[in-house]
């Protein structure tokens, strides 16, 4: 883990450094305090989605509220992006808040199993669709060199999506005993099982999770074109969402690097000029979505921290 973060900051490094730092914090200062606040403000929107997706998975009485949902949503992601506990810390973070909040712990596993599911699925759409719009340009000789990596990154997406669907219950097995070690709760494996039967036989449900999903990876694609039209960049609405789409497959074949460190950075130059992107433009698009995600992932943890050492209180 600590070799792949130093290779993707020294691929960041070289990247910024090769396109011209000067130029890239330039294009980025067109933004302005107020449009970065504006784009802050459309990620929880997005973030909003993600939690009705996961609220849509769990289906149950009482119902809980969708904010609930979102806020878990938001935790275990700024954990994941922002602390070093991998992935698997911030699914932790999030199933605990749900629990602590008074969700079942079976109805919350399980449900964590189907929106996970729908999610790479609608991400698997979006990066089809991306793929088809930008097929022109990728027969082109411009593009030669990016089709395999491209394709080769929707290919692993594939592939662990269907790997996924095939191991559901030995992933959901691992999740429960792994929760099982933190939470005083003791859940059994078969009461979780017989939960993921039940939500997946609400066909309706399911299919409410997955479009929520897919447009939490659309409201992504349209942020990223609101910034790029503060920065004064013309380019059209499809482009940057066939852009987006192909920069998660880029991404999804830097799975062990977290947050695609260096990754992202270097395929937005490889694939911008493609729609007619400058490649300091793209830079700062991507920085300036990880400063977003920076802001809004501290003030989490922050607000996390603070009913984490209230609930410590209490307890005592």
Excluded at 124 to 135: D, I, R
Excluded at 176 to 181: P, S
Aim: with cysteine.
């Amino acid at each position: 883990m600590l070799a792949a973060t130093v290779l993707g900051l020294a691929i960041a490094v070289w990247t910024i450094g090769d396109v011209g730092l000067k130029d890239i914090v330039q294009t980025a200062q067109r933004m302005g305090p107020g449009g970065f606040l504006a784009i802050c403000a459309w990620s929880l929107v997005t973030s909003w989605l993600l939690g009705g997706a996961w609220h849509a998975a769990a289906p149950g009485e009482p119902e809980p509220p969708v904010l609930l949902f979102a806020w878990a949503r938001l935790v275990r992601d700024a954990v994941s992006n922002l602390l070093p506990f991998s992935e698997l810390g911030g699914i932790y973070i999030g199933v605990r808040t749900l629990t602590r909040a008074g969700v079942a712990p079976p109805r919350v596993y399980a449900s964590f199993v189907v929106d996970l599911t729908t999610e790479m699925a609608s991400q698997l759409v979006y990066t089809l669709f991306s793929l088809l719009a930008m097929a022109p340009l990728l027969m082109g000789a411009g593009a030669a060199g990016l089709r395999p990596a491209i394709i080769g990154g929707t290919a692993v997406m594939v592939a662990c999506i269907f790997l996924f669907m095939r191991m559901q219950k030995v992933v959901l097995a691992l999740a429960v005993r792994i929760a099982a070690k933190f939470l005083p709760e003791t859940t059994v494996i078969g009461e979780v099982q017989a939960e993921l039967t039940r939500i997946y036989a609400q066909r309706g449900r399911v299919i409410a999770a997955f479009l929520f999903n897919l447009a939490a990876w659309t409201a992504s694609g349209v942020s990223a074109w609101f910034v790029l039209e503060l920065m004064g960049s013309d380019i059209a609405l499809w482009k940057v969402l066939s852009l987006e789409g192909v920069i998660f497959a880029l991404r999804s074949m830097a799975f062990v690097i977290p947050g695609a460190i260096g990754v992202q950075e270097a395929a937005y130059v490889l694939v911008a000029p493609l729609f007619g992107l400058a490649p300091e433009a793209a830079l700062a698009l991507s920085l300036a979505k990880r400063a977003r995600d920076l802001v809004i992932g501290a003030l989490a943890l922050l607000v996390w921290q603070i009913n984490e050492s209230r609930g410590l209180m209490a307890g005592r």
